[in-house]
């Protein structure tokens, strides 16, 4: 993955900070030090390097417990001197043996919404004839509210019974197509999370 970044490794002697978040959790999992080597060494494998100032070498996390992080996206700030990394970990992250270097546990995948919230927006704005979701959009918005209240009574009728993956594959279909019924109304599910803050202000 060769990523263009225009980083400012002069202001501290070769290195800038470089901060890794969990790709979907949104979790910030640990902050280390890159210079330019471990910068490309990271574009070039896939998996984030470090600098590690303790050893004076490039350090790859996870090259000795295997816990290794896959690269997914990093950016520089606005003054070109820190990255934010966006990685998959493969496993705990500190030397520990907790999930974060804060020793926050990092096991929710909710920030995935995001992401597929912005693909079911793709296939809304740049339709393919081979999306089921595109094909949702088109044939209206009855139609995608239709699937919702069909999704809504499968679910209902899984509850009563006790299977488990059924279950879930009825809670996953509903939550699906009740994410591509409010990009159908244009509405952003970030609405619907102020109307829950909100009454829970009360």
Aim: hydrophobic share 40%.
């Amino acid at each position: 993955m060769r990523i263009t970044m225009n980083i400012d490794f002069t202001k501290m002697n070769g290195l800038v900070p470089a901060i890794v978040q969990d790709a979907l959790s949104g979790k910030v999992l640990m902050q280390g030090f890159m210079n330019a080597e471990a910068l490309a060494k990271t574009q070039e494998t896939g998996m984030v390097t470090f600098f590690s100032r303790s050893k004076n070498r490039l350090w790859t996390k996870g090259e000795t417990s295997g816990n290794f992080m896959e690269l997914v996206s990093m950016k520089e700030d606005c003054d070109g001197d820190s990255i934010l990394i966006q990685a998959n970990p493969r496993g705990p992250v500190c030397h520990t043996g907790t999930d974060t270097c804060w020793g926050e546990e990092n096991a929710s995948k909710t920030g995935f919404i995001d992401q597929l919230r912005a693909i079911i927006k793709d296939r809304k704005n740049n339709p393919s004839d081979k999306s089921y979701t595109a094909s949702l959009f088109a044939k209206g918005i009855n139609k995608v509210a239709q699937k919702v209240g069909e999704e809504a009574v499968e679910i209902v009728i899984e509850a009563k019974d006790d299977n488990k993956e059924l279950f879930l594959g009825e809670a996953a279909d509903l939550l699906f197509h009740y994410l591509v019924l409010l990009e159908a109304k244009g509405y952003e599910l970030d609405e619907v999370m102020e109307v829950l803050i909100q009454r829970h202000k009360k």
